[in-house]
């Protein structure tokens, strides 16, 4: 009982709020903004939004009268402390505001590269709008590009600059690209991609210094001796869930908040949603934190049914998608711990499904252009089905045999 406050206005908590409205919520939603704009989407940062000419305002979720008809108050300003026991949230600016139920959607932030140079003007971060926004105005007057980490974000920047015809570097310490979440088969026909499209990867290497003269990047130097001229340094190399509000409140962190299968903190009047959860996950045994808009806006369902008197345990099956270049990678299901790839359709016809299994056990599909086979990877598992790994490889087999 008593109002709603949610910490942070990303994909999780805009959507607690809105579903809460949805669900007939009547008391008040408070929505803890930190940054300088409506709630927006983050996945267009490093894809479409960079690459094109639409304004800020493409990006949001809902305008702002949305707000003012939900009676949604945005509020503008951060979170510093909880106080539980008197259940109360303060601002920076010493404003206090009083819950029944606080939801923590802090998200997550930038892992900061800790080379000297690395705070120059000319070394970009993409994780909020302000940074894409810099990242787009800076990007005509920049001819080379060292992007740092072969992750999604920075491969999706990577062949958005070279599409805009900047000569582009990436460096990844990992013997493949995006290793921690895609088969190796995945990571071959990306690294192929890129390269014809032009872009240098380097691959079991890492940045050792950023070189500059009178405050403007002029190079990077790397492990291997070698060293790369740019006037301009993207990082990419993950981030940091942001749970320092928890913790100082005495709620248990690790690799994140942790929360229940509820999505629940110790403290039963405050859940944790989205990037900065450590959930725990009965499908998938154990304990799992993802950053996803998948998992943000499916933990914000679940937990606006919970507090309008719907408890389940948050069972969401797990889907991503990645644009990089002409590529679209779409990803349904888990795939740690698989031991057996099998391909669907054809990497050099750029069109190709990975079904990762362990045993016979489908544990997700890496679809790369073929919608058909990740929107199949999905139903499926919303069925809590599996086909075996011979049906995957075999193109004759009607994937939709399978879900009738
Ligand atoms: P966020 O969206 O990060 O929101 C958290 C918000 O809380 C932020 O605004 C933060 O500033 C704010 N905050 C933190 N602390 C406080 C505080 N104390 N007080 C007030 N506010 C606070 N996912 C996909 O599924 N597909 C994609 O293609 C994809 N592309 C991406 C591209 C980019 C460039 C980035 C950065 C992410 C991408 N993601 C993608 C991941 C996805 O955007 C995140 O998983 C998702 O945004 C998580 O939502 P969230 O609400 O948990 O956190």
């Not at 010493?94 to 939801?103: D, F, P, S």
């Not at 709008?129 to 920049?142: F, G, N």
């Not at 500059?212 to 130097?221: H, L, P």
């Not at 304990?287 to 679940?302: I, K």
Request: aromatic share 6%.
């Amino acid at each position: 009982d008593g109002p709603v406050i949610i910490v942070g206005a990303g994909h999780g908590g805009y959507q607690v709020a809105a579903s809460l409205r949805q669900a007939g919520f009547s008391q008040r939603i408070c929505l803890i903004n930190d940054e300088a704009h409506l709630p927006y989407q983050r996945p267009p940062l490093s894809k479409a939004y960079i690459k094109g000419s639409a304004g800020p305002e493409s990006l949001m979720f809902r305008p702002e009268k949305f707000y003012q008809d939900q009676k949604i108050e945005l509020i503008a300003g951060r979170a510093v402390s909880i106080d539980r026991s008197g259940r109360k949230v303060q601002l920076a600016s010493g404003e206090t505001l009083a819950y029944g139920h606080l939801v923590l959607a802090t998200g997550a932030r930038n892992r900061l590269l800790d080379l000297p140079n690395a705070n120059l003007p000319d070394v970009k971060y993409l994780r909020i709008l302000d940074e894409s926004e810099a990242l787009r105005q800076i990007m005509p007057s920049k001819t080379r590009a060292v992007i740092i980490g072969a992750g999604f974000i920075g491969l999706e920047f990577a062949a958005t600059a070279r599409i805009k015809g900047l000569e582009v570097d990436v460096l990844e310490l990992a013997p493949r690209v995006m290793a921690r979440a895609v088969t190796a088969e995945v990571s071959e026909y990306f690294q192929a991609r890129h390269r014809e499209a032009g872009i240098r990867i380097h691959l079991g290497v890492q940045a050792t210094s950023i070189e500059a003269e009178g405050g403007k990047v002029t190079g990077v130097s790397l492990s291997d001796g070698r060293h790369l001229p740019a006037d301009l340094v993207v990082v990419g190399v993950g981030v940091l869930p942001n749970i320092e509000l928890a913790a100082e409140a005495g709620l248990p962190v690790a690799a994140g908040i942790i929360v229940d299968e509820y999505l629940a903190t110790a403290d039963p009047d405050i859940s944790a949603i989205g990037d900065c959860a450590l959930f725990a996950s009965p499908r998938f045994g154990g304990s799992l934190r993802l950053e996803s808009v998948q998992n943000a806006t499916d933990h914000a369902r679940c937990l606006a049914a919970r507090l309008t008197g719907d408890k389940k345990p948050y069972d969401g099956h797990p889907w991503f998608w990645s644009d990089q270049g002409d590529d679209k990678l779409q990803i349904a299901g888990l795939t740690t711990g698989y031991d057996r790839v099998v391909l669907r359709g054809d990497p050099a016809k750029k069109a190709f499904s990975a079904f990762c299994y362990h045993g016979d056990k489908l544990l997700g599909i890496e679809s790369i252009n073929r919608a058909g086979d990740h929107m199949f990877g999905r139903r499926l598992q919303g069925m809590d089905r599996s086909i075996t790994p011979e049906q995957a490889a075999d193109e004759s087999f009607d994937l939709k045999s399978a879900l009738a």
